[in-house]
């Protein structure tokens, strides 16, 4: 019959009930918790500016996949293709995530999700299905709609200025080759 007790799962447990007896062990005091709190909400504070910060850092990221994602399907890397699409997506959500509503200088603001949504549900859905079927025809199509579509966020944001066209080089020299 095995000792159901001493399973490793049980270990956590043994240990405080451990630590409860031993004479003199210190209860954290009020002051204490308070302190680790006040780090704690600097720390929390910290990181989300910083996560306000990157949303330019994450679309360099988006525009670093989409790229590379142009010579992966013209040279028919075609699952190579698809992982650049995937993270192209992701990354698309995580700015959305980051910094979900921008204002816009001379007053109001922009929702972003309708517009990554948008481009979700056609332009990247279009892109996967040539991608599946391999149709290098259909995959041109499909990229330069999609460039509609990013184009279409910016303009929303107060960034019209950020236009795009097709890549001339890949961004990635190590995993695709130039045309
Ligand atoms: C949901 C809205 C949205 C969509 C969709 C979108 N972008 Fe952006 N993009 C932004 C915003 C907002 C900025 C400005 C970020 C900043 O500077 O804080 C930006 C900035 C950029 C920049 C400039 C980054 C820099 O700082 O140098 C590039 C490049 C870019 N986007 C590429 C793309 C590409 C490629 C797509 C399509 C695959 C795309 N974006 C789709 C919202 C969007």
């Known amino acids: 019959m095995t000792n159901t007790f001493l399973t490793p799962q049980c270990l956590p447990l043994f240990v405080v009930v451990l630590l409860g007896a031993l004479p003199g062990t210190a209860v954290p005091q009020d002051a204490t918790i308070q302190s680790e709190l006040e780090a704690l909400r600097k720390q929390v504070e910290e990181l989300s500016n910083l996560a306000v910060r990157t949303q330019s850092h994450i679309m360099v990221d988006v525009e670093y996949h989409f790229s590379n994602l142009w010579f992966a399907g013209r040279n028919e890397q075609w699952e190579l293709a698809s992982f650049y699409l995937r993270e192209t997506d992701s990354h698309l959500r995580w700015t959305v995530r980051v910094r979900p509503v921008r204002s816009i200088r001379g007053g109001g603001s922009v ?65 695709l080759q130039p045309e």
């Open 111 to 175: 929702d972003l999700q309708p517009f990554q949504q948008s481009i979700e549900q056609s332009g990247f859905v279009q892109l996967e299905s040539a991608i599946e079927q391999e149709d290098v025809d259909e995959f041109e199509a499909a990229y330069r709609r999609t460039l509609t579509q990013c184009h279409a966020c910016h303009q929303a944001t107060g960034f019209a200025y950020l236009e795009h066209h097709i890549p001339e080089m890949p961004l990635s020299p190590l995993m």
